[in-house]
């Protein structure tokens, strides 16, 4: 019986990571999925720790082009109505989020589904709650909405295509939605916490590549102003990678934190 929804996680040297991300998903009260986890190869304990599942869980583990390539895999492998992708790290909000969202039938013209993300394990130690209703001006200067808070339906990838992973290999999961969008198909909203997202992944890490990535996103799909007004803002965004890259476990940047990034929610 084809499954509603397909959970993707993809995983590479997370022996530290991906239990966690797993019982998230194996303590859920919804049951109507199937969960792949797509490893690159991974050569810690992390395959010991999806053997541990394998019962509950499909996995394939193989050599593979980076996070959107793995992503794409899962997308091929799924037989899922839904598609969500969940990393190594990440973990489902509570056990009834996925129930919360799919115990109702979903209207047919709905092809995406998003809710907001609370930041985990945060350096500065001050963690937040992220999510508002998108439009395209959304992605104009920064990222707009997190994969880890969307569900999209396979027939979405099916017209659009999937993740670009040569063009953007931080954002493509950005790049995607701005597609989407375009499109004209129908998102919902829901306001609500969908999941915990691991601060510290490639997007982070990678910050020089995320801001390439930002750039090339916005020359192939905005207005001129909003391009010019990017490059304009290029040199003062580079600066706040290089003073992160400097500052970032310092005690002042700390303070910045968590007097900016109270979470109220």
């Known amino acids: ?27 859920q009260t919804f049951t109507d999925y199937e969960y ?48 969500y992708f969940l990393n190594a790290g990440d973990t489902l909000f509570d056990e009834n989020v996925l129930k919360s969202i799919f115990e109702k039938p979903i209207p047919e ?50 017209a659009i295509g999937n993740y670009r992973t040569s063009e953007y290999p931080i954002l493509a999961d950005q790049e995607w939605f701005v597609r989407f969008l375009k499109s004209g198909r129908e998102a919902c909203y829901l306001n609500m916490t969908v999941a915990n997202y691991e601060v510290v992944g490639e997007s982070f890490l990678q910050r020089k590549q995320n801001h390439q990535d930002h750039l090339k996103i916005v020359k192939n799909n905005f207005s001129s102003p909003v391009v010019w007004l990017n490059i304009f ?12 890259q ?15 990034f109270r979470d109220e929610r």
């Not at 499954?3 to 239990?19: D, G, H, M, Q, S």
């Not at 005690?251 to 934190?257: A, C, D, G």
């Open 233 to 244: 803002c290029s040199p003062g965004v580079k600066l706040k990678i290089w003073l992160l």
């Open 36 to 83: 792949w986890i797509i490893d690159g190869g991974s050569n810690d304990g992390t395959l010991d720790l999806i053997k541990n599942h394998s019962e509950k869980i499909n996995w394939i583990s193989e050599k593979d082009d980076g996070i959107y390539h793995a992503m794409n895999k899962g997308i091929e492998k799924s037989q899922g109505q839904w598609l």
């Open 109 to 158: 013209n709905i092809e995406l589904i998003y809710g907001n993300i609370k930041t985990k394990n945060h350096p500065s130690g001050s963690n937040y709650t992220i999510g508002n209703a998108i439009t395209l001006a959304s992605f104009y200067y920064r990222i707009g909405l997190c994969h880890q808070a969307a569900f999209a339906r396979r027939t979405s990838f099916e």
């Open 246 to 260: 400097k500052l970032g476990d310092s005690t002042m940047y700390k303070r910045y934190r968590h007097f900016f």
């Open 1 to 27: 019986m084809t499954p509603l929804l397909t959970i993707i996680t993809v995983t590479f040297n997370a022996e530290k990571l991906v239990e966690e991300t797993i019982q998230s998903v194996l303590k």
